[in-house]
């Protein structure tokens, strides 16, 4: 597959929980589309901006509710494939949105913008996708992956497949190689870490089928909004109040601040009914200087602000030891330090969970820890210092490389494209043509 003399007929598409990409094989051009502003990336969010009256995508929609519009910004869009509010709906602008709606407004735009980097349409695609989203019910997870088919279908896609995320990722790294490996591809995305054993080489990579090199799969849903989630709740929601006491001794209900700690349910703190529960709960509340912050970031509706600055405090702990953020949009001169050493102990049980599914994996491939000579590392969370160290003691032979965190599947989805769909059949056939003319 290294000699292209035409292009893909098909494309792939990773649409992510933090972040999405396109990808498309064609000769003498980078794999990855350019989205938005030159970059291959586009963030998961939309906004629904209600002064200007109009809905934009990625960086510009955190930039434009950053700078203060009034609006809705919602991100983590993928989490509600296989969940119960994918049925639901939310109130924008005045009118109520459906969730299949809003994901099929993000997936088009992604089309759309694929479609103009690439200066023609795509009507064939393949999708990435977790290798569960939803752990312990396949039925929750065929639906989620029903969902996904549908609502790429309703954007224009009429031919649609699937790939395992870190499968496309292995398919990437192995255009590399130039000797066999067994690799365990870790995909730790924004909403699932996903792993695959897998027997890569420059031989296999010319095989049209390559299930006998899949050694085993699995996955666990967890990823980095998780891990944001848990250092919100340690490091962030006790100064507006989480776990301080009321009078009578009991605790400050938790339920406000674990919306206000999950990205896709951050506006279910907005209501009319949460302001006016929350209004009693000052009255009884032992702390009320915290609570003033609460009550101040809601009637802000700064929330997915302070949800950007957990996630800015999780990227900077993994090149640093601590790190001081402003919060002065909840109360004036506020600052506050985070460590990475309380950033540990917040995900421990999350990362003993991902240890635990990799050990599984190995008993599943029937392959010992010292078998596995490399691990290739994909997904914007998969440089968590601790998340690498538990998977460096579990398997201490094997040779750590990085991908691209953010391209590696949707570049390994534009492989699996091609290996599925084959070239253009018009291109080429056009190029026959003129060469007999």
């Not at 065929?142 to 996904?148: D, G, I, K, S």
């Not at 339920?255 to 951050?266: C, G, Q």
């Amino acid at each position: 597959m290294s000699v292209l003399p035409h292009p893909a007929r098909a494309c792939g598409i990773d649409f992510g929980t933090s972040n999405s990409t396109a990808g498309w094989l064609r000769p003498g051009h980078d794999t990855l589309l350019r989205l938005e502003d030159g970059k291959v990336t586009l963030p998961s969010a939309v906004f629904f901006n209600a002064e200007e009256d109009h809905v934009c995508y990625g960086r510009q929609a955190i930039a434009e509710y950053l700078d203060g519009y009034e609006g809705r910004l919602m991100r983590s869009l993928k989490s509600l494939l296989g969940s119960s509010l994918i049925d639901g709906q939310t109130e924008v602008q005045g009118r109520a949105l459906p969730f299949r709606e809003l994901l099929a407004k993000f997936i088009g735009e992604i089309k759309h913008r694929a479609e103009a980097a690439a200066g023609r349409s795509f009507d064939t695609a393949v999708f990435g996708r977790p290798v569960h989203f939803v752990d312990d019910s396949t039925d929750a997870d065929a639906r989620a992956e029903a969902t996904l088919l549908e609502t790429a279908k309703r954007v224009g896609f009429r031919e649609v497949s699937f790939q395992f995320e870190p499968i496309a990722a292995a398919y990437h790294y192995e255009q590399s190689l130039t000797r066999e490996e067994v690799v365990l591809i870790a995909d730790i995305g924004g909403g699932t870490s996903d792993f695959s054993i897998v027997c890569l080489s420059p031989e296999r990579a010319k095989l049209a089928e390559r299930r006998d090199d899949l050694l085993a799969n699995g996955g666990i849903h967890i990823g980095g909004t998780d891990f944001d989630k848990y250092l919100s709740l340690a490091g962030f929601m006790p100064l507006l109040g989480y776990r301080t006491r009321l009078k009578n001794n009991s605790e400050v209900p938790s339920s406000y601040y674990f919306n206000l700690a999950t990205w896709h349910t951050i506006n279910f703190t907005y209501t009319r009914k949460i302001w006016a529960e929350l209004q009693d709960v000052y009255r009884d509340a032992r702390e009320q200087d915290k609570m003033d912050r609460l009550l101040r970031l809601i009637e802000e509706r700064a929330g997915h602000w302070l949800a950007l600055r957990v996630e800015e405090a999780k990227i900077a702990l993994s090149d640093t030891p601590q790190i001081t953020l402003p919060l002065d949009r909840i109360h004036e001169g506020l600052s506050h330090e985070v460590t990475r050493v309380l950033f540990d102990e917040a995900i421990t049980s999350l990362v003993t969970d991902v240890e635990t599914t990799v050990a599984g994996l190995l008993q599943t491939a029937g392959v010992r820890a010292d078998e596995i000579d490399t691990v290739f590392f994909t997904g914007g969370s998969s440089g968590v210092p601790l998340l690498r160290r538990r998977i460096a003691a579990l398997l201490p032979a094997a040779r750590p490389v990085e991908g691209d965190l953010f391209g590696s599947i949707g570049a390994g989805l534009a492989v699996e494209a091609l290996r599925r769909y084959g070239p253009d059949a018009a291109k080429a056939a056009g190029a026959v043509a003129s060469a007999h003319a």
